[in-house]
């Protein structure tokens, strides 16, 4: 079966296969989503979106905590934040303030720090978040923290 499957599938055009590859890669539970990534480093956002984007969520780019409240407020279809190391207003504050707000108080948030120590760990949580994963990070977590923290 496979092998005609993979006979037929060659057989296409070039664009036809790649939009089969493309739809292979997404994921329900990502697919129409929205997540505000809080993070100010080009390269981590270029590759968390490589990561992300497939699965078939949009990502809405905030480079500090502050852009990250405005994007909330400008949008009502944000579904999960990540981030936490963010310059001008930080995470724990943003987290704090998004909190706050009675329609953003179950509003997942997976942090993303390079502060691996677990006193942050326990100010993220104090703070508001709901879960956390230090840097360099474990694309298979994120992920898999995503599907759980989507299903809220």
Request: charged share 30%; with cysteine.
């Amino acid at each position: 079966m496979t092998l005609f499957l993979h006979s037929v599938e060659s057989a296409l055009l070039p664009e036809q296969q790649r939009m089969l590859r493309a739809a292979r890669q997404r994921d329900d539970v990502f697919e129409g989503r929205t997540i505000l990534l809080a993070e100010d480093d080009v390269r981590n956002i270029f590759a968390l979106s490589r990561v992300i984007e497939p699965l078939g969520a949009t990502l809405e780019i905030a480079r500090n905590g502050r852009e990250a409240l405005e994007a909330l407020a400008r949008r009502s279809d944000i579904d999960l934040v990540d981030g936490r190391d963010v310059p001008e207003m930080d995470g724990l504050t943003a987290m704090m303030e998004i909190r706050k707000q009675a329609e953003h108080v179950r509003l997942p948030i997976i942090v993303l720090t390079a502060k691996a120590v677990p006193s942050d760990r326990q100010k993220c949580l104090e703070a508001g978040a709901d879960d956390y994963i230090s840097k360099p990070i474990d694309v298979d977590k994120l992920v898999s923290l995503c599907r759980v923290w989507s299903r809220q």
